[in-house]
């Protein structure tokens, strides 16, 4: 993706249709746009490994958690609340991660299934940690929410690798992976903790008395786009029932060229590295007939063609997935209408992008003091 | 807005405490686990390498100068299925689980045996007074 606001003609062609005639952004619309804006942000930071994240797109969802403040001596504190009340949050999570999904082409894929697992793990974990702080009063913030968040997701994820990509060998990865959760979850709940405590928008919503949840939304049915998701599947389940390594194989090579005529991004540099690094991981425990060994080291060709297969298997349903998905695909219902409403708003944002982003020096404070003026811009009640 | 103070709270404390335990008890009982034994095949035409408690079944067709012998991986058990020696012990010999323990087929130089991952079988192989 490029870097938001640095090319303008890009920016307009990417803008995607206004849903429905509505042209305020409800909560769960606006705070859609912002995780799929920072999920961009996130990609762009350099880390060691390409498909590593801080999560940053995990912030809006701990801001969401945010208690409101008493309105009045009268609130009890069972009744306590927090800016999003429980239906807008799990709207926002479908949206966090359909609207990903879209964006990355990556719907019919098992990236999807790792976004979903780690999403919902530490968003439930996330939320009653918001509800205990909310009604309980305890000595609790944002950062033992994301820390925990970030736990949770991280494990959920390495246990779905496990059955999924990864095999047996994947608990030497899960220190590292869990470690590094701790330290990202921390940093990103200490930074929501800090932003909402000085943050105008927040103390402004905070400060509401909780009403009536928004009016719901109402979509129309797009045949089109049902069609193009039952193509979809049934392409996917075809790929994954193919038993012959070389068919797989050959699908992959005809899917990245169908890619590139499409005019597709594709990233054969990223390709490769995934498919060795899933190949390498599943070497370990070696099986099947000793090919060479290096030392303590057996390379055996039945791990060989298993990693094989479940690296194909991985690039393929993404590669299928990014031909058959775009941002324009529409869903039926008030579910079609938010994603619809987040895409409004990430075009907005891609047009308005921190300031010292485009001068390559992103600080903390200078993303708080953007997104605080950015919530209270794309507000409805400003 | 001021200059950023991050602060932990009572609780987000006791969170972290509970997280970092968890990752350090896994990373001890990962990393120094000691390693699985595994089943080793030899013959002519190469040797085979299978983890002892691998969920998938195998048969393994291993040749030797007589013709190929059929070894069966199931279960954590290793057993000879067919081979074309004249006597057929190496069938009668049944299964084999264990590390150290061993089958083989003499005649067709087949050897089927389990062993720690580090390679040499360092248990006492028989003992005699």
Same mark, same amino acid.
């Given at each position: 993706m490029r870097r938001p606001g640095s090319d303008p003609a890009q920016s307009k062609a990417q803008t995607p249709i206004v849903p429905y005639g509505r042209t305020e952004d409800t909560g769960v619309g606006l705070f859609g746009g912002l995780c799929l804006f920072l999920s961009a942000v996130d990609y762009l930071i350099p880390k060691p %490994?390409?498909?590593?994240? %801080?999560? =940053?797109? +995990?912030l809006p969802l701990l801001i969401a958690l945010f208690p409101r403040s008493a309105a009045g001596a009268s609130e009890k504190p069972q009744t306590a609340r927090m800016i999003f009340s429980f239906r807008e949050y799990c709207l926002l999570l479908a949206v966090k991660v359909v609207g990903q999904a879209l964006i990355t082409g990556s719907l019919f894929s098992w990236v999807f299934l790792f976004s979903l697992a780690g999403t919902a793990g530490s968003a439930a974990v996330m939320y009653c940690l918001g509800v205990f702080r909310a009604r309980c009063? /305890?000595?609790?913030s944002l950062a033992g929410a994301g820390l925990c968040g970030a736990f949770i997701s991280n494990a959920a994820q390495l246990v779905l690798a496990r059955f =999924? %990509? =990864? @095999?047996? !060998? /994947?608990r030497y990865l899960t220190p590292p992976f869990l470690g590094a959760g701790i330290v990202s979850g921390l940093a990103l709940g200490l930074f929501a903790e800090a932003f909402c405590a000085q943050s105008a928008w927040v103390r402004k919503k905070s400060a509401e008395i909780a009403t009536a949840e928004r009016p719901r939304l109402s979509g129309r049915p797009d045949t089109r786009a049902a069609l193009v998701f039952a193509l979809g599947l049934f392409m996917t389940a075809v790929f994954l029932v193919i038993p012959s390594l070389a068919i797989k194989a050959a699908l992959l090579a005809l899917f990245f060229l169908a890619a590139i005529f499409r005019g597709k991004r594709v990233r054969p540099l990223f390709t490769l590295i995934v498919t060795a690094l899933v190949t390498l991981v599943n070497l370990f425990p070696p099986f099947g007939k000793v090919l060479c060994e290096l030392g303590p080291f057996t390379l055996a060709q039945g791990s060989l063609i298993a990693g094989i297969r479940k690296a194909v298997t991985l690039e393929g349903l993404f590669m299928l997935s990014s031909l058959m998905i775009t941002p324009a695909l529409r869903f039926p219902g008030a579910p079609g209408a938010y994603l619809g409403e987040s895409f409004a708003v990430l075009a907005r944002l891609n047009g308005r992008p921190p300031a010292d982003q485009r001068r390559g020096k992103l600080s903390p404070l200078s993303l708080m003091r953007w997104l605080d003026e950015t919530l209270l811009y794309n507000s409805k009640d400003a | 807005m001021k200059t950023l103070k991050p602060r932990l709270r009572v609780l987000d404390l006791v969170l972290l405490c509970l997280c970092l335990a968890v990752t350090v008890f896994l990373s001890l009982r990962i990393y120094s686990s000691p390693e699985k034994p595994r089943f080793v095949l030899r013959g002519r035409n190469g040797r085979w390498v299978y983890p002892l408690d691998r969920a998938e079944s195998a048969l393994v067709e291993v040749e030797g100068p007589l013709g190929v012998t059929t070894v069966q991986l199931s279960g954590g058990r290793a057993r000879i299925l067919s081979s074309p020696c004249p006597n057929q012990s190496c069938i009668a010999a049944g299964a084999i689980h264990d590390s150290g323990q061993w089958i083989a087929c003499l005649p067709n130089g087949v050897f089927v045996g389990v062993e720690s !991952? @580090?390679?040499? +079988?360092? #248990?006492? #192989?028989a003992a005699a007074w």
């Amino acid at each position: 993706m490029r870097r938001p606001g640095s090319d303008p003609a890009q920016s307009k062609a990417q803008t995607p249709i206004v849903p429905y005639g509505r042209t305020e952004d409800t909560g769960v619309g606006l705070f859609g746009g912002l995780c799929l804006f920072l999920s961009a942000v996130d990609y762009l930071i350099p880390k060691p %490994l390409p498909f590593m994240r %801080l999560g =940053l797109a +995990n912030l809006p969802l701990l801001i969401a958690l945010f208690p409101r403040s008493a309105a009045g001596a009268s609130e009890k504190p069972q009744t306590a609340r927090m800016i999003f009340s429980f239906r807008e949050y799990c709207l926002l999570l479908a949206v966090k991660v359909v609207g990903q999904a879209l964006i990355t082409g990556s719907l019919f894929s098992w990236v999807f299934l790792f976004s979903l697992a780690g999403t919902a793990g530490s968003a439930a974990v996330m939320y009653c940690l918001g509800v205990f702080r909310a009604r309980c009063r /305890v000595p609790l913030s944002l950062a033992g929410a994301g820390l925990c968040g970030a736990f949770i997701s991280n494990a959920a994820q390495l246990v779905l690798a496990r059955f =999924l %990509l =990864l @095999g047996e !060998s /994947v608990r030497y990865l899960t220190p590292p992976f869990l470690g590094a959760g701790i330290v990202s979850g921390l940093a990103l709940g200490l930074f929501a903790e800090a932003f909402c405590a000085q943050s105008a928008w927040v103390r402004k919503k905070s400060a509401e008395i909780a009403t009536a949840e928004r009016p719901r939304l109402s979509g129309r049915p797009d045949t089109r786009a049902a069609l193009v998701f039952a193509l979809g599947l049934f392409m996917t389940a075809v790929f994954l029932v193919i038993p012959s390594l070389a068919i797989k194989a050959a699908l992959l090579a005809l899917f990245f060229l169908a890619a590139i005529f499409r005019g597709k991004r594709v990233r054969p540099l990223f390709t490769l590295i995934v498919t060795a690094l899933v190949t390498l991981v599943n070497l370990f425990p070696p099986f099947g007939k000793v090919l060479c060994e290096l030392g303590p080291f057996t390379l055996a060709q039945g791990s060989l063609i298993a990693g094989i297969r479940k690296a194909v298997t991985l690039e393929g349903l993404f590669m299928l997935s990014s031909l058959m998905i775009t941002p324009a695909l529409r869903f039926p219902g008030a579910p079609g209408a938010y994603l619809g409403e987040s895409f409004a708003v990430l075009a907005r944002l891609n047009g308005r992008p921190p300031a010292d982003q485009r001068r390559g020096k992103l600080s903390p404070l200078s993303l708080m003091r953007w997104l605080d003026e950015t919530l209270l811009y794309n507000s409805k009640d400003a | 807005m001021k200059t950023l103070k991050p602060r932990l709270r009572v609780l987000d404390l006791v969170l972290l405490c509970l997280c970092l335990a968890v990752t350090v008890f896994l990373s001890l009982r990962i990393y120094s686990s000691p390693e699985k034994p595994r089943f080793v095949l030899r013959g002519r035409n190469g040797r085979w390498v299978y983890p002892l408690d691998r969920a998938e079944s195998a048969l393994v067709e291993v040749e030797g100068p007589l013709g190929v012998t059929t070894v069966q991986l199931s279960g954590g058990r290793a057993r000879i299925l067919s081979s074309p020696c004249p006597n057929q012990s190496c069938i009668a010999a049944g299964a084999i689980h264990d590390s150290g323990q061993w089958i083989a087929c003499l005649p067709n130089g087949v050897f089927v045996g389990v062993e720690s !991952s @580090g390679g040499a +079988n360092r #248990d006492i #192989d028989a003992a005699a007074w």
